[in-house]
């Protein structure tokens, strides 16, 4: 089965860096890779997704870029502020194409980012 | 908010006790995945409903079952509690056929004693 790797478990960043988050997969068929944050006590939110057709994604200060070849994608948070802190979670799964595996994620540990003003 | 909402939002049950979890998925949604969330860890895949059928399970045993109802809600039941089934259980629901973004509810935080 798939299996996600994440790193770094944690990430403290000042205010305004950028902060890079890398996940590896094992499965060559997986083809979808939605990013997730879950603040503290709450439900995980998707931030950003890519499919496997493409490289990489943008939307404002988050990018998502995918290496299919050596199976690993990283989220990239540039400008970095206080609100951002929380933990982040990638995902993989192969059921892009079918309703077989649609939603069954397998999700990385997740990497606490605390961003410090 | 998602429109998933889940019930209870905390419960505390006894070891060897049964429990039973419910979510009621967003509207036009006919596929509920099911996640055991452990403190500090990511999200694991118990099993999916797509269908009013299963639809997929992961590596849980036979004690964690479910059911998904015509209106695509589903339950999710654990019979002889165990310690270590202390966790976060969320669910999502998404749309099999459109492979719409999946949406998580807010999530039940079991405490087995």
């Known amino acids: 089965g798939e299996n996600v790797e994440q790193h770094p478990s944690t990430l403290s960043v000042q205010e305004g860096d950028s902060a890079v988050i890398k996940c590896t997969y094992s499965d060559s068929a997986s083809n979808y890779f939605p990013w997730y944050k879950q603040e503290l006590g709450k439900r995980p939110q998707l931030i950003i997704d890519?499919?496997?057709?493409?490289g990489e994604k943008k939307d404002q200060r988050i990018a998502v870029t995918l290496n299919k070849t050596a199976k690993h994608f990283s989220l990239h948070i540039t400008e970095t502020q206080p609100e951002d802190s929380a933990v982040y979670f990638c995902?993989?799964?192969?059921?892009?194409?079918?309703?077989?595996?649609?939603?069954?994620?397998?999700f990385g540990a997740g990497t606490q980012v605390v961003v410090t003003p | 908010e998602t429109g998933v909402t889940q019930s209870p939002t905390h419960l505390i049950k006894t070891r060897g006790q049964q429990v039973t979890l419910r979510c009621s998925s967003q509207?036009?949604?006919?596929?509920v995945s099911w996640y055991q969330q452990a403190l500090g860890q990511g999200p694991q895949f118990i099993f999916q409903?797509?269908?009013?059928?299963?639809?997929g399970r992961g590596n849980f045993p036979p004690r964690f079952s479910g059911l998904q109802f015509p209106n695509y809600s589903s339950e999710l039941n654990v019979n002889a509690l165990e310690l270590d089934d202390s966790a976060l259980y969320l669910c999502?629901?998404?749309?099999?056929?459109?492979?719409?973004?999946?949406?998580f509810g807010q999530g039940t935080r079991l405490t087995v004693v």
């Open positions: 995902a993989a799964t192969r059921g892009l194409m079918t309703t077989d595996s649609w939603g069954k994620f397998q």
């Open positions: 409903y797509y269908r009013e059928e299963e639809n």
């Open positions: 509207s036009g949604h006919n596929t």
């Open positions: 890519i499919r496997s057709n493409v």
């Open positions: 999502a629901s998404s749309s099999g056929r459109l492979n719409t973004e999946a949406f």
